[in-house]
């Protein structure tokens, strides 16, 4: 009984893992700025490349997935000061230019580098309970997924910085007035997304094929999960996430990936009926 | 009726603009006569397109609806083309797969567009929905190779693409080569008239008070939701146009036509044409596609680079297009020219006021 159990619990974990860490960043960027990374996917499949490309030089995995998650937060920084800067009063505008980034991004990528790049494999290591043997890397991604939001929940409620973000966020005019930089404050904020979606990338990378438009595998989950989420990544996204894995995890076991995915699009067309503001709203009406 | 056509929220009116646009049109109906089939078989393709670039520009210049679902609509009306066209048999029986496939297009438009607009989903969430229902399609149609994905006799291939349904026929005569370039260009005229007259009615004024000011526009007793559902069905059924003629034309479709990055190009199309104007979109689509195809035979990747190039430095350079910046620039400089002998310049006011009146 009990291993089957573990089993419901592990097919959520994985699911619940891959929307946060592929939501978590989309999630910070539109909360802080009001703005929509749609070259979101194309840092996510930075992190999968500088990853399998510091591990193919002899680098040991968990240090290369550090090093790909801190590119991919110095690119989005560059990124944000050339392009993304520009924008904050145009949020659609900004749709439109990191849209066109990710299609130089993926097709200049696909000019250069070939369609596939050599493989790292999954890290071995199983474990048995009961019947059933279970991947140990998919535990590890869901606990990666738990530091994730552990990790934001200390940067933005117990830091510093957080209290400032956070004051940005409600009113970014008054913040400035009261002495915030809110320029660079919107440059970290960027910087840390983008520094999340190279992290998906980099954990994601030994299970699967590296492809340019490796990205387009992940933006589906993390714009309905930003879509139900709201703005508020604590309080919108992690819910969301587990209401959408429970969904994903029934139609998942019983029809399959596809069926998940279109199940879970459904969902979230009915939601957005019901909850045009996201799940965050009721959450935080709730809290007041 | 004819007023319509030279209404307030078009640009391009008097003599001089439709004398172009009838010599336009004229060199458009004698050019199968000098180039050969091949040629214009190509001419015909670059078109297929324009009813959906014309529809986004409805939706996004006119509504103020930024959809990322045109490849959406054009899938299912593609695909959908292809199932009745195989199932009901070819003949004349293809006429109906068409305007079928259109409907159902329309039909689909209408239930996500409920469910977005009625839930007060707008701006860039508007995008993302469309956008993620659309590589759903595409990720769906990818995974049904299998010959369990079959609708009657018309199998659905995966990313082989569906293929063996008859092209558009009117009794035994298959409507191809440039028949189907003069079935476009009537097409074309119809649907760009068509839409002239609709933006400059009385439902196409609320529809652009409704991008301005939705707010404002219900104060006015407008239900904004029912316009925004007409508008957002309009652009979406021809999306359906164009993804039920392609499907026609090639007598194949994959799912590569919906997913990323082709699920872009709409977007790069009506935003370096000028999203505002319906004449624009229509000269910048064209002279778009004409250049992505030519560069195509030589490297896809380079011209979906180039068209990554052209978003980003529209939107850097010129927010509201470099073709209707280009039209504001010579019609200014035309009217300029013409008044300077009778007093000073007319000051450029706004943005749809660079007529010569």
New interface residues.
Partial sequence: MSAELFSVFYQFADVFAFLILSAAGLAIVFGMM?V?NMAHGEFIMCGAYVTVGLVNLGVPLPIAQILAAVTAGIIGMIVEFL?VR??YK????S???T??????V???M??IVGSAVRGIGTPEGSFAIGGYTFSTYRLVLFGAAVAVLAGLYIIFMKTRFGVVARATMQNAAMAKALGARTGRIYSISFGIGTALAGLCGALYAPTMTLIP?MG?TF??ES??T??IGGANVLLGTAPAAVFLAMIRMALNASYGQ?IG??GM?FA???I???L?EGLSSVLVRRGR | MLKLLDGPQTLGRGKIFWSCFLAVLAGALIYPLFADSYDVGNFAYFLIWIFMALGLCLMWGYGGMLSFGQTFFFGIAGYGYGVLAINMGGGTATVAALVLSVVIAMIAAGILGYFMIWGGISGIFFGIVTLSATLVLAFFLGQTAGPEWHIGPARLNGFNGMKGMDPLTVGSFDIEGSALYYLMIALIVIVYIALRMLVNSSVGNVIVATRENPQRAEMLGYDVRKYQLLTFVIGSGLAGLSGALYTSWGQFITPSSIGLPAAAMPIVWVAFSGRNDLTATLVGSFLLLFGFQTITVYSQQAALVLMGVLLLATVMLAPQGFVLGIGKLVVDWWTRRRRRDEGPALADTGRLQSDET
Avoid: E
């Fill in positions: 009001g929509i392009i520009r924008f145009r949020p659609l505008d749709l439109l230019a849209w066109g980034l990710s299609l130089i993926t097709q200049s696909l000019l438009t387009a933006v589906v714009f309905v930003v879509v596809i995915q279109i699009l979230v067309i009915l957005i009926r019901v045009p």
